[in-house]
């Protein structure tokens, strides 16, 4: 079967592509734009990818070889309901879906059961633990991460596994395609408000998705959230931990809420090998990191994923402890994802970035934007922090590069917050340091 990928640069369809590949399918695909992705992909085998995603150069794939299937991210629907990729497949009609179809085929073809992690932050670096404790404890395994890791590739099929690891984004309502046989919740707060207008919206889908789990393992806050107690779903059903357990004591990574992240991935995996807990421990707390999570791209210069405000607080919390241990000072340059989530999400600004001497602001990274929504500058945003006096509103130039080169020399820690892709700050500091080694 030949299966065409549009946005196969995403983080979400790239490793479907890998693992498609890897269990045997003929893999194409296109973007609009290259990134390092990209690039990665074609390391990995995957090597007809079309930039631009236009009829032309599906046209021209489906030609060498016809495409037996169609998959395509949210954000290619989301952004032109007609975009030329789609027309060109019902005019052909080649069958078309999101991930989701694709995925629950591949689950059903192989008999893998589904260990889903979810959440509005964490997830990825969840999943990656879950995907680390296998790994190291010699159990075969399949799994999709949306970032690239040092001990795999990010997507992976293992005919030999029973399990496969997945990170369920709630984007789109993708998870509720999914019936996991274990989900963990690594934290639930409203978010892609695209999708879910209102608060509840977004509660009543992790509700949903949770009671499509045969499993679930999630903290007692996020329980309260959803309004959740154990006795609603049965107690063997909903496992309700607590942050004060004792275990999480002896978790040593860097960084509260990655320690928080690490006891979820034990609990999941501890339930589906019944491997000591002491022992999962002392795997996890050597635990190696993965790419823009506090990431290293040169000395004192680290990238981090974080966009919302969760997200920023647990990079902050890792950073401030690393900054500590090596007597820094902390210097954040930070790119917000999407103008849209800032008119949400701006009031919550406040003290995410306390601790941090200065924090240079970038124009916000724009995708899936509301045309009737006024761009907001950094200026702007700036002032919705509770000490406005550290930010500092820039542009992606050479004043900001300087300005980096300068902490750097003045021996500051400095790690830029970016969750764009193409074109986003944690690609234009890549070029900037290659280029200055």
């Known amino acids: 079967m030949h299966i065409f990928f549009s946005g196969i640069g995403g983080t979400a369809i790239g490793p479907l592509a890998l693992i498609a590949k890897q269990a045997g399918f003929t893999v194409s695909g296109s973007d609009k734009q290259n990134s390092q992705y990209i ?54 009609h080649i069958k078309s879906s999101k991930r989701d179809e694709l995925l629950n085929y591949i689950l059903g073809e192989t008999g893998l059961k589904l260990l889903a992690v979810a959440g509005t932050h964490g997830k990825t670096t969840t ?47 993708n998870f509720l395609a999914f019936t996991p046989y274990i989900s963990s919740i690594t934290g639930v707060t409203w978010d892609h408000h695209e999708i879910f207008p209102i608060r509840e919206d977004y509660q009543q889908a992790f509700v949903e998705f949770i009671s499509q789990s045969k499993h679930t393992i999630l903290w007692q806050e996020d329980a309260d959230y959803l309004n959740l107690t154990s006795g609603i779903h049965g107690d063997e059903r909903l496992h309700i931990e607590q942050t004060d357990n004792h275990h999480i004591n002896d978790i ?31 795997i996890v707390n050597k635990f190696p990191g993965l790419q823009r999570r506090m990431e290293r791209i040169a000395p004192n210069l680290y990238s981090d994923y974080a966009h919302t405000p969760e997200k920023i607080r647990g990079a902050m919390s890792a950073a401030l402890e690393q900054a500590e241990l090596a007597g820094q000072k902390l210097v954040v340059v930070y790119e917000p994802l999407t103008n849209r989530r800032q008119h949400y999400m701006k009031d919550q600004y406040q003290n995410v970035f306390d601790g941090a001497s200065t924090v240079y602001w970038v124009p916000s990274y724009l995708a899936r934007e509301d045309p009737g929504q006024p761009v907001l500058t950094p200026a702007e945003l700036i002032t919705y922090l509770s000490n406005p006096r550290i930010g500092v509103a820039s542009n992606l130039d050479k004043t900001l590069l ?22 986003s700050l944690d690609e234009w500091l890549r070029k900037q340091f290659r280029q200055n080694k």
């Open 252 to 282: 040593i990574l860097l960084g509260l809420f990655n320690r928080l992240d690490a006891w979820l991935a034990i609990c999941m995996v501890q339930k589906v090998t019944g491997t000591p807990v002491q022992q999962l421990v002392d």
């Open 402 to 423: 300087e300005e980096i080169k300068q902490h750097l020399a003045d021996g500051d820690m400095v790690v830029a917050m970016a969750g764009g892709g193409g074109g």
């Open 39 to 92: 690039e990665y992909l074609k390391k990995q085998g995957v090597t007809s990818i079309h930039i631009g995603q236009d009829a032309a150069g599906i046209a021209k794939v489906h030609g060498r070889m016809p495409i037996d299937w169609y998959v395509y991210s949210s954000a290619v629907a989301i952004e032109n309901p007609d975009a030329p990729e789609l027309v060109f497949c019902r005019e052909q």
């Open 127 to 173: 999943t990656a633990m879950v995907v680390w404790l296998f790994k190291q404890l010699g159990v075969p395994i399949s799994y999709s991460v949306g970032a690239k890791m040092s001990f795999g590739d990010m997507g992976q099929y293992d005919k030999k596994s029973q399990y496969f690891v997945y990170e369920c984004d709630e984007f789109d309502r």
